[in-house]
């Protein structure tokens, strides 16, 4: 089992720059792939990215390709999401979630989930 906690989030100017970080317990963390995932005010929650156990398969959305980059380092149990050129409409509570399995996109495959971090990107 593996518990998460996000961090990182906050307020924002429109093409301003976060980096969300994603903690896990347990020592087999090397073992989990993780996504992240973010739900905005009256939306769905959806997929941002996921990334495999030692990181040879990412995938992005459509909607954040070329500007944030999902890396993880297994030795310190993090996973990262570095978001550069916010936008308005990347505001919402963005979650990390772990599996135990191969990478996913989709959010009902994932075991294990985190709290979720505020993103706001705002003038």
């Known amino acids: 089992q593996v518990q998460l906690v996000e961090s990182g989030g906050g307020l924002v100017q429109p093409g301003g720059a976060l980096r969300l970080s994603c903690a896990a317990s347990?020592?087999?963390?090397?073992?989990?792939?993780v996504g992240w995932f973010r739900q905005a005010p009256g939306k769905d929650r959806e997929f941002v990215a996921h990334?495999?156990?030692?990181?040879?398969?990412?995938s992005y959305a459509d909607s954040v390709k070329g500007r944030f980059t999902i890396s993880r380092d297994n030795a310190k149990n993090t996973v990262y999401l570095q978001m550069n050129s916010l936008k308005p409409e990347d505001t919402a509570v963005y979650y990390c979630?772990?599996?135990?399995?191969?990478?996913?996109?989709?959010?009902?495959?994932?075991?294990?989930w985190g709290q979720g971090t505020q993103v706001t990107v705002s003038s």
């Open positions: 347990g020592r087999t963390f090397s073992t989990y792939s």
């Open positions: 979630a772990a599996r135990g399995f191969r990478t996913t996109a989709s959010q009902y495959e994932y075991d294990y």
């Open positions: 990334i495999s156990q030692f990181g040879g398969t990412i």
